[in-house]
């Protein structure tokens, strides 16, 4: 088992940043990949980025170059960096982990907002 705690989002200009953790418990060491997923009201959660436990990262190309994702140096956190934030970036974003033997984990998610 893998319990996951997101925390990090808020409110924040177009153009700002904000850093999204998410804290790992239980089974980490069986984690192969984290990503992060983000979804919006009557529509299907989409990815946004991940790392592997080999530190390959993967984005979106709606964030390349503007999200940065990485693990703490504890390994049992993955941060989010978001820097120049769109309106379009405003969800609910969610961390979820995949362990070796191809279960998901969820956590429960932060909400982002991207507003004047």
């Known amino acids: 088992q893998v319990q996951l705690v997101e925390s990090g989002g808020g409110l924040v200009q177009p153009g700002g940043s904000l850093r999204l953790s998410c804290a790992a418990s239980g089974s980490i060491f069986s984690v192969s990949t984290v990503g992060w997923y983000r979804q919006t009201p009557g529509n299907q959660r989409e990815f946004v980025a991940s790392?592997?436990?080999?530190?390959?990262?993967n984005y979106a190309d709606s964030v390349k170059g503007r999200f940065s994702i990485a693990r703490g140096t504890a390994k049992n956190t993955v941060w989010l960096q978001m820097n120049s934030l769109k309106p379009e970036d405003t969800a609910v974003y969610y961390c979820?982990?995949?362990?070796?033997?191809?279960?998901?984990?969820w956590g429960k998610g932060t909400l982002v907002t991207v507003s004047p």
């Open positions: 790392i592997t436990r080999a530190e390959r990262t």
């Open positions: 979820k982990a995949t362990h070796d033997f191809g279960m998901e984990y």
